[in-house]
Structure formats: structure tokens, C-alpha cells
């Protein structure tokens, strides 16, 4: 696909001196950072540093309330939302304000905050490492939950002056909730409400492309991706963004290629908006957070990281093994939402989650949802959002 993509962009170097721009239109977000397009659409924002234990230093975003006027002076309840693998704050704004969940939550009175997980495009800073370094990138989901939420999640209490708030994640985003939700009961007293969307816990029956990584040994993995970092947004990314994926003959190839890893529903896709998704995405990860979702496929459990030896092991875990995660020990409310055509969250895999959810208030099927669609989809705000604000206002 990336040689296909290639050969595109030489194709369309002669386009401007033959005056060529039928079927060209480029979204004006395509060129900004995540700031840029929260300001862009009429709404306020605040940038902050979040400091984890262990030193990363993570951007988060917040969009304190919604176009014009901020409204009463009371405290807007909170909402958190966390992004998936490869993935960022982008997520959730990439769409026109009326199907972006951030810009729709916002407009209904909500104080919402948005997250980037350690190593992506927007946090990728630390107090000493630097990120040329192996050992920067030597985490994985076990410091995301770890770290990566506690830090994020107290900041906002301080921040809001508020107890507890909703927490919204996809993907990735659901699996470091329930990592950490399990965990860190202190943490867990945090959330009214867990919204997992596309919930991912357990990968065995998963049908991405990605399950191929299972078949390497982790010699192999390195060998090919190096010990660091892993499907980062370049320069000839948002090249293929801006030049290509704005014009209707590539929206296949680019559709294609962008949602390669985790499947998509193209009747379900804002074409149009192309050239914003690809400006987003990829925002990148760890080689070793990707080794660890290949353990999690061949293991068929949710685990921590096994760092290839025993004394590696004992070293992290004082045991020899790396330790199961027991999800059945949250106590969260959870709402839970998973598409019938989930490529990457198989049916199988959220079937054998749902006994395990303790304190399930809320779940839903969508038979025409694959992975992406939970944030992009075109019916999103019918499918999903709309219940999903019914059931915070309800808890109000």
C-alpha cells in the first residue's frame, strides 16, 4: 500500500502546471495541531503537562465548555476521554463539531479533557530520558495504567475542584480503564461511570492484520521495528494527507490503508474528512507496547508485560511470571458499547468479557460497527453519543 500511496504522489507532481484540481478539496485542520482545531471550530481550550511518577511528561487538552458563552458559573461535571492504540487526543475532533463526541459533549455542558497516552505525537517528553533512548520506550499498558491515568486523572480533580468524573475510552483506552480500575481501587472511587467503547480485555479471537506480529519472535519484531518507536506520524504522512487523501480517486487506497490495522465501515466514513484523519494518525507507541498485545494474542489473557526472562520478571513483579490482571475486582458502573463487524474487538473476545464486568449499567451491540467507527462513524451521535449523555445526565 505505501508503494501504491508513493507512486500517487509522483502522479500528481505535474497536476498544478496543467491546472489539475478537480476533485481537490482540503480540510483547513489538516495543517493544525490539536489546539489549532478546538480554537478553529469556536472553542476555548487550556494545554497542560501532566508528570507521571515515572517521569513522562503527557499533553492534555480541555475544552472547559461550549461555543459562546460559558454559561452558568457552577462547576460543569467532568468528562475524560481516552484514545486507542496509535492513536491520540485527534480522535476525538477529527470530525465536524455535531459528530465529535469532544465538541458534542462540550456543547452539552460538560467540562471535557482529553488524553495522550505516553510516547504518542503529543507526549513525548520526559524529565530526564530523551526519546532518541531505548529506555524511554520501555513501557507498555502496564505503565499507561500504572502511571499514565493516576497522574492524568488527579490532575483534573485538582484542576476542577471536583470528586469524581466520567471516563470514556476506546479500545486501548477501555483496556488501561480496567487495568487500572482493578488495581488502584483509590482510583477507581474517581469514575461515576466507565464508558468503554469497542472494549478490548482479552485479543484471542482477534481478526486484525496486526495478530501476524504473533507469528514473530520478539528477535524478529526487533529486528524489523527496532526497540522503539513504533507507526509514528512523518512527514511524508502528512504529505500523503494533505496531497493525496484530499483528492475523491485516492479516498480508497487512503481509507484503506489509514484504517489497515484496525478495519472500518466506508459507508459509515466522512470521506470529505479524509485528509484530517491521516493528519492525525499515526501518532505512534513503544515496539515494546506492540510486543505486548502480541503476548496478549497468543496468551488469550490480559497480563502484564513478560520481559523475556525470570530474573526481568522478578525484578518488575517479585515473582517469576508476570501477574494476570483480575478484572472481576472493578467495581466501576460500566456502559458498554461493541460493533458486530469488530475486527480488532472480536465478538468472541467481548462475549467472554461481559460475565466479568461486575457493575455492567448499560451495553449495547451495533451490528454494522467496526473498530473505528465508535469514534468516526457518521451515525456515532445516533448510535452511541446521545445514550451515552442520557446516561451521565441520569447520574447527575
Not at 279 to 285: E, H, K, L, R, V
Request: proline letters at 6%; a positive charge; charged letters at 15%.
Amino acid at each position: 500500500m505505501w508503494q501504491l500511496l508513493a507512486a500517487a504522489c509522483f502522479s500528481l507532481l505535474p497536476g498544478p502546471i496543467h491546472g489539475y484540481k478537480k476533485g481537490i478539496t482540503t480540510n483547513p485542520e489538516a495543517h493544525m495541531n490539536i489546539s489549532q482545531i478546538i480554537t478553529y471550530w469556536g472553542y476555548p481550550y487550556e494545554k497542560y503537562d501532566v508528570v507521571t511518577k515515572d517521569g513522562y511528561i503527557l499533553g492534555i487538552y480541555r475544552i472547559p465548555h461550549g461555543r459562546g458563552c460559558p454559561g452558568p458559573t457552577a462547576p460543569k461535571p467532568v468528562v475524560y476521554l481516552q484514545h486507542g492504540l496509535i492513536a491520540s487526543a485527534g480522535n476525538w475532533i477529527c470530525n465536524l463539531p455535531n459528530n465529535s463526541l469532544a465538541f458534542l459533549l462540550a456543547d452539552n455542558g460538560y467540562d471535557v479533557w482529553l488524553g495522550n497516552s505516553r510516547g504518542n505525537t503529543w507526549s513525548r517528553k520526559h524529565l530526564i530520558l530523551s526519546p532518541t533512548s531505548a529506555e524511554y520506550w520501555a513501557f507498555s499498558l502496564d505503565e499507561m495504567a500504572k502511571y499514565d491515568l493516576p497522574a492524568t486523572i488527579n490532575l483534573i480533580i485538582e484542576k476542577t475542584g471536583q470528586e469524581q468524573l466520567y471516563y470514556v475510552g476506546h479500545s486501548q483506552g477501555t483496556t488501561i480503564a480496567f487495568i487500572a480500575f482493578s488495581t488502584n481501587p483509590e482510583l477507581a472511587k474517581r469514575i461515576k461511570i466507565f464508558f468503554a467503547l469497542a472494549p478490548v480485555v482479552t485479543v484471542k479471537y482477534t481478526r486484525s492484520p496486526m495478530k501476524k506480529l504473533t507469528t514473530l519472535s520478539r528477535k524478529a519484531v526487533k529486528a524489523l521495528f527496532g526497540d522503539k518507536m513504533f507507526s509514528v506520524h512523518t512527514l511524508f504522512d502528512q504529505f500523503i494527507a494533505t496531497k493525496v487523501c484530499n483528492r475523491k480517486i485516492f479516498h480508497s487506497a487512503c481509507s484503506n490503508f489509514l484504517f489497515s490495522l484496525a478495519g472500518f465501515d466506508p459507508k459509515n466514513l466522512n470521506m470529505s474528512r479524509l485528509d484530517v484523519y491521516f493528519s492525525q494518525a499515526p501518532a505512534g507507541t513503544s515496539v515494546q507496547n506492540m510486543l505486548h498485545w502480541a503476548q496478549a494474542v497468543n496468551s488469550g489473557q490480559l497480563q502484564a508485560f513478560d520481559w523475556g526472562n525470570p530474573d526481568q520478571n522478578m525484578m518488575h513483579f517479585h515473582q517469576l511470571t508476570p501477574p494476570l490482571y483480575n478484572i472481576t475486582k472493578m467495581e466501576v458502573p460500566t456502559a458498554m458499547w461493541s460493533g458486530g463487524q469488530d475486527v480488532v474487538a472480536d465478538a468472541k473476545d467481548t462475549e467472554n468479557l461481559l460475565p466479568k464486568v461486575s457493575n455492567l449499567i448499560y451495553y449495547k451491540v451495533i451490528p454494522h460497527y467496526n473498530h473505528m467507527d465508535f469514534y468516526l462513524g457518521q451515525d456515532a451521535p445516533q448510535e452511541i453519543y446521545q445514550d451515552l449523555i442520557q446516561l451521565m445526565k441520569g447520574c447527575l
